[in-house]
């Protein structure tokens, strides 16, 4: 197997509070390829978006906040070396794409200063053409118009747009694209899934998706990680893992998603844990209805039969 | 620079509020009136013809001899023009509206000083025989002059404080914080009387000292904004392009961050005026003879039976102060998002 793009490995990442160290994530490990979409997924409160924040390098303070592990983006790990590097490569190589289309771009500034913004800062002469055109491959219908218009003047929608345009500006290898369709509404969410998958199969951008959507999940990623509480509880390719999910956890999220059939939907009972409640044994144990004694053990990982590179971390067989 | 549509929207905002937008206009006039006051508040003429040759004096300086006189030093203008002699070779002649220097005595009368408002002086002169209009404008001057400069710094001086502290956080935001906690506990009177000593008490100094107390108050305001907008998504959006701290902090925050310290500009300049009077009242501002609303109103206050200073000095002051105050109604008003008309 050849070196993927990006490779997280064991990252823990923990925040110092004024009296002891909160771990948010614990060892989270996955792989993107190239060109591929890799999705994680889980709850509010479950450690995607810092992590992904971590990949990114927007880590708040790095004085307040401990990491462990390695990120690994084309054969580099990031946090070795010197910083100014981790940005430059960050930003020719890397972009993200917030949840919030309204608040990801300057107010008062016109769009075309925001984009120009990325020119300027390569050192290379503003190229308006290019900015249209990229403007028109997102599927925006008069382009003219949006780089004259201040953020306020655009629809969510639109502004998701502008926003992938401006992370497609310098063809990075990877989008970060934290929960891009959240704020949006359904019909548009499907336009805007549709030219990031258009995207990444013309371009060959590898993107990692991070959403609690597994509808969206299910229709678009190659492969998927299902964090919850801060650690990867599966991890499988999207056509294994919707045929058979292998943790209670994923199972319980795939039956709370609406069908046309009719099943009711079944919630899961209770919420996720707190980091400050983090157990050693398996997190998921107090919502699970397998539960078992040994669940207070960490639970081992076990690969999922038939594909070596999925896998899950509980101590159920797979049968249910 | 184009105008951003919020900014047309917030200037329009203000004007819907006409006395808000009266008195800045009121206010820009005569603070360039008063910038202007020895063109039109002098004892010196504007322009006259001697000798069929044409003379400036506000603009140039001829001395005594080039009049016929003995001495080298500067004419004195107002006994030339006493003198028949000299008026006999003046064809024309044109005099500043008041024509009276702030620092000029009257001594002449038959009375002493104070000397009650009359014709040649509108508004009355002090104790020492000064016109008491000419020293209200040219200290119109002076306090606006100084409230703006002072203004200028603290604004500036908040907002790279109070900014640098909100947008690195951490370390250098608690030392900063802890120092400005023992700083702003300076007692400030003692400070300028204690510098004020040993330093001189020109302008330059007393603003010098009265900025590197009054910055305080606003840069928590800035560094408030900082702290909420360096979270902002379209921040992040940057840090991840690989945008220059630098250029973030003064392209894409501050903007952003400018709303607090807009607001704020009229009462600090209310509040640069009031403590400049203040001080010269108390007589630890600008040194004599510098004309000064305090000053003014000190002497008025000791010389209560000549009311017209008193009376003349509070009612500049009030409508000085009532002008800004509408100003900065306005332009909350126009900041006010819920507000307006639009």
């Given at each position: 197997m050849t070196s993927p793009l990006l490779k997280v490995k064991d990252l823990s990442l923990g925040v110092k509070t004024s009296n002891h160290l909160l771990q948010l994530t614990d060892r989270v490990s996955f792989d993107i390829g190239e060109g591929e979409m890799v999705a994680l997924v889980g709850e509010s409160g479950c450690g995607k978006s810092i992590t992904a924040m971590a990949i990114a390098g927007l880590l708040p303070d790095p004085n307040g906040v401990k990491i462990e592990g390695e990120v690994v983006f084309e054969g580099k790990d990031l946090w070795k070396g010197n910083p100014k590097d981790w940005q430059n490569l960050r930003a020719s190589r890397l972009s993200m794409i917030f949840q919030e289309p309204s608040s990801a771009l300057n107010p008062l500034m016109p769009v075309s200063s925001q984009m120009a913004e990325i020119f300027t800062l390569k050192g290379r002469p503003v190229d308006m053409q290019h900015l249209r055109r990229s403007l028109d491959e997102v599927g925006i219908p008069d382009p003219d118009r949006v780089l004259k218009s201040y953020p306020h003047e655009l629809s969510g929608g639109m502004l998701q747009r502008v926003m992938i345009a401006m992370a497609l500006l310098l063809s990075p290898k990877l989008i970060i694209a934290d929960e891009p369709t959240t704020a949006l509404d359904v019909t548009v969410q499907a336009q805007v899934m549709e030219i990031l998958t258009k995207l990444q199969k013309d371009i060959g951008t590898a993107i990692l998706l991070i959403t609690h959507n597994l509808g969206l999940v299910a229709q678009y990623a190659n492969a998927l990680n299902v964090m919850y509480a801060g650690r990867i509880v599966e991890r499988a390719n999207t056509r294994d893992f919707l045929a058979k999910p292998l943790h209670p956890y994923s199972h319980g999220l795939l039956k709370a998603l609406p069908r046309l059939d009719g099943t009711p939907l079944e919630a899961i009972p209770g919420s996720v844990p707190s980091p400050d409640k983090f157990s050693d044994g398996c997190r998921f144990a107090e919502r699970c209805t397998h539960r078992k004694e040994a669940c207070s053990q960490p639970p081992p990982w076990k690969v999922r039969s038939g594909n070596e590179d999925g896998g899950y971390a509980c101590i159920l067989e797979g049968e249910r | 620079m184009r105008v951003s549509e919020l900014t047309r929207r917030r200037w329009q905002n203000f004007r819907s509020l006409p006395r808000a937008y009266i008195s800045l206009i009121l206010l820009i006039i005569s603070f360039l009136a008063s910038l202007a006051s020895p063109l039109w508040i002098n004892d010196k003429p504007l322009i006259f013809s001697w000798k069929s040759e044409i003379y400036t004096p506000i603009f140039n300086y001829y001395p005594d001899e080039e009049f016929g006189g003995k001495f080298?030093?500067?004419?004195?203008?107002?006994?030339?023009?006493?003198?028949?002699?000299?008026?006999?070779?003046?064809?024309?002649?044109?005099?500043?509206?008041?024509?009276?220097d702030p620092l000029e005595q009257n001594l002449t009368g038959e009375e002493p000083p104070p000397h009650a408002p009359s014709q040649s002086h509108l508004l009355g002169t002090d104790t020492h025989g000064r016109d008491v209009l000419a020293r209200l404008i040219y200290g119109?001057?002076?306090?606006?002059?100084?409230?703006?400069?002072?203004?200028l710094i603290t604004g500036t001086l908040a907002i790279v404080i109070g900014g640098v502290q909100g947008y690195l956080g951490g370390k250098v935001d608690f030392l900063t914080q802890r120092f400005i906690e023992v700083w702003s506990s300076l007692p400030f009177l003692y400070v300028v009387i204690a510098i004020g000593s040993?330093?001189?008490?020109?302008?330059?100094?007393?603003?010098?000292?009265?900025?590197?107390?009054?910055?305080?108050?606003?840069s928590y305001y800035m560094r408030g904004e900082f702290l909420k907008l360096k979270n902002q998504n379209y921040v992040l959006a940057c840090r991840v392009a690989g945008i220059s701290n630098r250029r973030i902090f003064f392209n894409h925050i501050l903007p952003n961050a400018l709303t607090p310290l807009v607001t704020f500009i009229p009462f600090a300049i209310i509040g640069g005026i009031t403590s400049l009077t203040a001080l010269d009242f108390l007589g630890f501002g600008l040194n004599p003879p510098t004309p000064s609303w305090g000053e003014l109103l000190a002497i008025g206050l000791d010389n209560r039976f000549a009311p017209w200073i008193s009376i003349s000095t509070v009612m500049a002051l009030f409508f000085a102060l009532l002008l800004t105050a509408f100003v900065g109604e306005g332009v909350r008003e126009a900041f006010d998002p819920k507000g307006g008309k639009n």
């Amino acid at each position: 197997m050849t070196s993927p793009l990006l490779k997280v490995k064991d990252l823990s990442l923990g925040v110092k509070t004024s009296n002891h160290l909160l771990q948010l994530t614990d060892r989270v490990s996955f792989d993107i390829g190239e060109g591929e979409m890799v999705a994680l997924v889980g709850e509010s409160g479950c450690g995607k978006s810092i992590t992904a924040m971590a990949i990114a390098g927007l880590l708040p303070d790095p004085n307040g906040v401990k990491i462990e592990g390695e990120v690994v983006f084309e054969g580099k790990d990031l946090w070795k070396g010197n910083p100014k590097d981790w940005q430059n490569l960050r930003a020719s190589r890397l972009s993200m794409i917030f949840q919030e289309p309204s608040s990801a771009l300057n107010p008062l500034m016109p769009v075309s200063s925001q984009m120009a913004e990325i020119f300027t800062l390569k050192g290379r002469p503003v190229d308006m053409q290019h900015l249209r055109r990229s403007l028109d491959e997102v599927g925006i219908p008069d382009p003219d118009r949006v780089l004259k218009s201040y953020p306020h003047e655009l629809s969510g929608g639109m502004l998701q747009r502008v926003m992938i345009a401006m992370a497609l500006l310098l063809s990075p290898k990877l989008i970060i694209a934290d929960e891009p369709t959240t704020a949006l509404d359904v019909t548009v969410q499907a336009q805007v899934m549709e030219i990031l998958t258009k995207l990444q199969k013309d371009i060959g951008t590898a993107i990692l998706l991070i959403t609690h959507n597994l509808g969206l999940v299910a229709q678009y990623a190659n492969a998927l990680n299902v964090m919850y509480a801060g650690r990867i509880v599966e991890r499988a390719n999207t056509r294994d893992f919707l045929a058979k999910p292998l943790h209670p956890y994923s199972h319980g999220l795939l039956k709370a998603l609406p069908r046309l059939d009719g099943t009711p939907l079944e919630a899961i009972p209770g919420s996720v844990p707190s980091p400050d409640k983090f157990s050693d044994g398996c997190r998921f144990a107090e919502r699970c209805t397998h539960r078992k004694e040994a669940c207070s053990q960490p639970p081992p990982w076990k690969v999922r039969s038939g594909n070596e590179d999925g896998g899950y971390a509980c101590i159920l067989e797979g049968e249910r | 620079m184009r105008v951003s549509e919020l900014t047309r929207r917030r200037w329009q905002n203000f004007r819907s509020l006409p006395r808000a937008y009266i008195s800045l206009i009121l206010l820009i006039i005569s603070f360039l009136a008063s910038l202007a006051s020895p063109l039109w508040i002098n004892d010196k003429p504007l322009i006259f013809s001697w000798k069929s040759e044409i003379y400036t004096p506000i603009f140039n300086y001829y001395p005594d001899e080039e009049f016929g006189g003995k001495f080298k030093t500067e004419a004195n203008y107002r006994k030339l023009f006493e003198n028949h002699k000299f008026l006999e070779n003046v064809s024309w002649s044109i005099f500043p509206i008041i024509a009276h220097d702030p620092l000029e005595q009257n001594l002449t009368g038959e009375e002493p000083p104070p000397h009650a408002p009359s014709q040649s002086h509108l508004l009355g002169t002090d104790t020492h025989g000064r016109d008491v209009l000419a020293r209200l404008i040219y200290g119109y001057r002076n306090g606006m002059s100084f409230s703006l400069l002072l203004t200028l710094i603290t604004g500036t001086l908040a907002i790279v404080i109070g900014g640098v502290q909100g947008y690195l956080g951490g370390k250098v935001d608690f030392l900063t914080q802890r120092f400005i906690e023992v700083w702003s506990s300076l007692p400030f009177l003692y400070v300028v009387i204690a510098i004020g000593s040993f330093m001189g008490r020109g302008f330059t100094m007393l603003l010098i000292v009265m900025s590197i107390f009054s910055w305080i108050g606003l840069s928590y305001y800035m560094r408030g904004e900082f702290l909420k907008l360096k979270n902002q998504n379209y921040v992040l959006a940057c840090r991840v392009a690989g945008i220059s701290n630098r250029r973030i902090f003064f392209n894409h925050i501050l903007p952003n961050a400018l709303t607090p310290l807009v607001t704020f500009i009229p009462f600090a300049i209310i509040g640069g005026i009031t403590s400049l009077t203040a001080l010269d009242f108390l007589g630890f501002g600008l040194n004599p003879p510098t004309p000064s609303w305090g000053e003014l109103l000190a002497i008025g206050l000791d010389n209560r039976f000549a009311p017209w200073i008193s009376i003349s000095t509070v009612m500049a002051l009030f409508f000085a102060l009532l002008l800004t105050a509408f100003v900065g109604e306005g332009v909350r008003e126009a900041f006010d998002p819920k507000g307006g008309k639009n």
